[in-house]
Structures are given as C-alpha cells and as structure tokens.
C-alpha cells in the first residue's frame, strides 16, 4: 500500500505517494545527513530529470544512496 505525503515545491503544493519502506529510507538518509525529509525532497526534486516523476526520481535516488 503507498503512502502519500504532502510538500511544498517551488512554491506550491504537491503530494507523493510512495511505500512505505521507500520512506523509511528516504527518512534515513535526511536523519544522516541531518536535514529535514523536505530539504531532502526539494532536493531531489531539483536534480530530476525533465519529464521523470519525482515519485520515480525519490525511488532511485533511495536506491542509490541507501
């Protein structure tokens, strides 16, 4: 089952729906590098890729960096 979350990128508001072991890691990683989860997803948001969906862009970059 997916998780949803809310942020605000860029300005506006936008949800991602992820499971929930994506977010375990993903609130690792920010924990380690002592940043907030949305320091964490602005940031990858930024890096993406044009065209790729930031909850694609969030499930490689938690593959990545884990």
Known sequence: ?????SFSLSGHRTSVALEPE???????I??????SLS??????DAARQPGQPL???LRV????TK
């Open 1 to 5: 089952m997916l998780e949803k979350r």
């Open 22 to 28: 994506f977010w375990a890691v993903l609130g690792e």
């Open 30 to 35: 920010a924990r380690r590098e002592a940043i």
């Open 39 to 44: 320091a964490l997803v602005t940031r990858v």
């Open 55 to 57: 909850a694609s862009a």
């Open 61 to 64: 970059f938690a593959l990545r």
